[in-house]
């Protein structure tokens, strides 16, 4: 691996990609980044941020331009996001209709691709894997908004095989930007309307416009549902009235890890949580979690330990997870993926407690533990695309 400002050079071993393919990967649309393979190497250029700002688009374009003519190929394959709307699927398409007319457009799925990235980072794509990748968004193949994904890597396949439970989120974009309305989808998934009874200090201030987020997520009115573990942590913060809004990404979260940083409790201390299958899933129940986040707040319980507590729970849910799954599929390997592995508490308890557990437990360099390397991950699943 050989890395220098705003780039990096991987070897991708033979069992890693089609020979003789050349691909071109465009990223997603922030935190951008592209990758290009060529003669079992990954050239991955990243640093243009949000590409909805003119100017880093512009530079993503050209930068991405002069490597083509560097190293003086034209890709067989351009891979992309599932998300059409990204300004990186749509240059996908531009170029494709411009002087990359031969080549085959392959749509990526988010987390998959950070799977992916990871393993081919690591040089572990001959290895069985269950993937962990846990971020805010990304587009999943059911057309839902994914980001707590379990996801098996076999013989170059990658398969969903669990998640979190989903979660509503009333006025879809807004509540990313204000996690109060996604704590008001937690608290009626487990009380209906009569959260509106809960004796929570923000609940009676906000109660007109909660019932009109009720009534949104009743008749499913402009109200996705996400899987995301980044909304959790959202959702988590607007319950114990932490964080009203946000003005930058993860903030919330950010927040949310701040309190459990000042607790003294300890990592056995954990509320409760299940784990069901469904339509061929397991998926993650935090229900009664917040059932009992909900009681520590009535009680008036410290919220630096109720922080504490949910991140404990949230890493034991993960551990859970895994020997479910290692029970079933017996894979030993893990690989965690995705943003909330930036958070030192959840990525040092998954760890240790995946050790404990006899798992074999991997974790890329940050480039390719969050979307800056994500380019890499569409490139060797698109290169070995059937």
Not at 9 to 28: C, E, F, P
Not at 286 to 292: A, C, L, N, V
Not at 300 to 315: E, L, P, Q, R
Request: charge should be positive; glycine fraction near 8%.
């Amino acid at each position: 691996m050989k890395q220098s400002n705003n780039y990096i050079k991987i070897h991708i071993s033979a069992s890693g990609i089609k020979k003789n393919s050349v691909v071109l990967a465009m990223g997603a649309e922030l935190k951008a980044n592209f990758c290009i393979i060529s003669r079992s190497w990954a050239y991955v250029y990243f640093g243009y941020n949000d590409l909805k700002n003119p100017l880093f688009f512009n530079k993503y374009r050209k930068k991405l331009d002069g490597v083509l003519k560097k190293l003086a190929v034209k890709p067989k394959i351009i891979a992309h996001d599932l998300n059409l709307s990204f300004l990186s699927t749509r240059h996908a398409q531009e170029l494709k209709n411009t002087g990359l007319k031969s080549s085959r457009i392959i749509p990526v799925q988010h987390h998959s691709a950070h799977i992916a990235g990871a393993l081919a980072s690591l040089d572990m794509l001959n290895k069985d894997v269950i993937g962990i990748s846990c971020d805010g968004t990304g587009l999943g193949i059911d057309g839902k908004v994914w980001g707590c994904e379990f996801i098996n890597h076999c013989r170059g396949i990658y398969k969903r095989v669990g998640h979190l439970n989903n979660i509503a989120l009333p006025g879809a974009d807004k509540a990313v930007l204000e996690p109060w309305r996604v704590a008001v989808a937690l608290l009626y998934k487990v009380y209906g309307r009569k959260l509106l009874s809960l004796k929570l200090p923000w609940i009676n201030k906000k109660k007109k416009i909660i019932n009109i987020l009720i009534d949104m997520i009743e008749k499913k009115v402009n109200t996705p549902l996400a899987s995301s573990a980044g909304r959790l942590f959202d959702g988590v913060a607007g319950i114990c009235g932490i964080i009203d809004s946000i003005e930058y990404e993860a903030q919330a979260a950010i927040a949310l890890q701040k309190q459990a940083q000042r607790s003294g409790l300890k990592e056995n201390k954990t509320y409760q949580f299940s784990i069901y299958k469904k339509n061929g899933f397991f998926v993650l129940n935090t229900d009664e979690m917040i059932r009992q986040i909900v009681d520590d707040l009535i009680e008036k319980k410290n919220v630096i330990d109720i922080a504490a507590c949910f991140h404990n729970t949230f890493s034991q849910m993960l551990i859970a997870m895994c020997v479910k799954l290692r029970t079933r599929d017996k894979i030993d390997n893990v690989v965690l993926t995705g943003g909330v592995f930036f958070n030192d508490i959840i990525l040092r308890q998954v760890s240790r407690g995946l050790n404990k557990k006899k798992f074999n437990v991997h974790v890329p360099a940050k480039l390719f533990l969050g979307d800056t390397g994500l380019s890499l991950g569409q490139a060797v699943i698109a290169g070995n695309y059937k």
